[in-house]
């Protein structure tokens, strides 16, 4: 019944598009970011980024991230970044 009550009360659509985002990126960078700190403290930073970079080429190709942040900014620069102001 809880479950449900829940889901009934959800709205359709938060107040402001961004928030959600906006709150689970802070919780990341609150949370999140302390535990992998923690975790990768002994390894070198540089090491670290080189494995990344050999990941991502290997898997999604070479400069994709790029790629798609500049569609995202694209998408915001025209329709607005859906955070407070929007």
């Given at each position: 019944?809880?479950?449900?009550?829940?889901?009934?009360?959800?709205?359709?659509?938060?107040?402001?598009?961004?928030?959600?985002?906006?709150?689970?990126?802070?919780?990341?960078?609150?949370?999140?970011?302390?535990?992998?700190?923690?975790?990768?403290?002994?390894?070198?930073?540089?090491?670290?980024?080189?494995?990344?970079?050999?990941?991502?080429?290997?898997?999604?190709?070479?400069?994709?991230?790029?790629?798609?942040?500049?569609?995202?900014?694209?998408?915001?620069?025209?329709?607005?970044?859906g955070g407070p102001s929007a």
């Amino acid at each position: 019944m809880f479950l449900f009550a829940a889901i009934v009360q959800w709205p359709v659509r938060p107040a402001r598009p961004g928030s959600l985002l906006r709150a689970h990126i802070a919780k990341e960078d609150d949370c999140l970011a302390s535990v992998v700190h923690r975790a990768f403290s002994d390894e070198d930073p540089e090491s670290l980024t080189e494995q990344f970079e050999e990941l991502e080429r290997r898997e999604i190709g070479e400069r994709t991230f790029e790629r798609y942040a500049a569609i995202v900014e694209a998408l915001e620069a025209r329709h607005g970044d859906g955070g407070p102001s929007a």
